[in-house]
């Protein structure tokens, strides 16, 4: 099994990784507003998509061809990867969040790189090495100390088992997305992926209907940051650093999710966090540094 020789990539990959990430962690604090805000789980999904369909559509008209022209055969299955990576994550991830706090979304969600690492290994021929393995375990150590800094300890509801689900669906979304990455360009990539997931969320079409009815003016606002930010162009940002990053080195920068998240909720919504949660973040950045220096060393 040999090692990807990517310790060192480029300025557009680093850029592509903290537009990512923070417009990711963002989502976790806006998905609960909007929810609040009266949008039911598919309604918010559907909502959110349908909107960040119509970015790609406007993306793809102005962006110059590049690349191979994309097989029907591959968009076929690009449009099947969003149905599940996309579509099954925000619908689990969205129910949720109706019981699970958005801290507490976010760690757990925070933990798919270490499936996404495995599945790297074995699928792709991608390698971690021992001080990787030591950064994971410390920033799990981080994130698990933010989240009893915040919650004070994990309550177990069906909230849990859809966020666990998530988590699952997420690990394998980079996975079943990198090899098309080697031969079409990122927008080309992300836009039928993001097809393909509000496709399969077209199932909630008429929650969104009845959602549009009673939602405040400050929940729609929020979706459509939710469409514009977190979805379009955050999975644009993925995919170009994905394109030129190993992907398990790339998910280990998901550990920066939960302190993100917790900086942004005490921002946005007047949450507080605790020092635990502050001593957890910085764990967690000083695991992610280990996984990357791993790469640098090798």
């Not at 098309?180 to 969104?208: C, M, Q, R, S």
């Not at 979805?231 to 993100?260: D, H, K, M, N, T």
């Amino acid at each position: 099994m040999l090692a990807v020789n990517n310790s060192v990539f480029s300025l557009k990959a680093k850029l592509a990784l903290v537009v990512a990430i923070t417009f990711w962690a963002s989502a976790f604090v806006a998905i609960r507003a909007a929810l609040q805000g009266g949008y039911s789980p598919g309604g918010l999904a559907l909502m959110r998509y349908l909107i960040a369909s119509l970015c790609m559509f406007g993306v793809l008209f102005f962006h110059p061809k590049q690349g191979n022209n994309i097989t029907f055969r591959d968009a076929m299955l690009l449009l099947l990867v969003g149905m599940v990576g996309i579509g099954c994550y925000n619908v689990t991830l969205n129910y949720s969040e109706l019981t699970v706090p958005s801290g507490m979304a976010s760690f757990i969600v925070s933990q798919s790189p270490l499936i996404t690492t495995l599945l790297a290994v074995l699928f792709l021929n991608e390698r971690i090495y021992a001080i990787g393995v030591l950064g994971f375990l410390v920033s799990i150590f981080g994130v698990a100390l933010m989240t009893l800094g915040e919650q004070g300890g994990f309550r177990w509801n069906q909230g849990m088992i859809c966020i666990l689900l998530a988590t699952f669906v997420g690990s394998l979304y980079s996975i079943l997305q990198k090899p098309y990455l080697k031969k079409y360009h990122a927008i080309e990539v992300t836009a039928y992926v993001i097809w393909g997931g509000t496709l399969a969320l077209l199932f909630f079409l008429p929650d969104l209907q009845h959602d549009l009815s009673h939602t405040s003016a400050s929940a729609n606002w929020v979706t459509l940051y939710l469409g514009v930010f977190p979805a379009a162009i955050g999975y644009i940002a993925w995919s170009y650093a994905l394109a030129e990053v190993p992907a398990a080195r790339a998910v280990s920068f998901l550990y920066f999710s939960p302190f993100i998240a917790t900086l942004l909720g005490w921002l946005w919504l007047d949450e507080h966090p605790m020092l635990l949660s502050f001593l957890g973040g910085l764990l967690a950045i000083l695991g992610v540094w280990l996984v990357n220096y791993s790469y640098r060393r090798a």
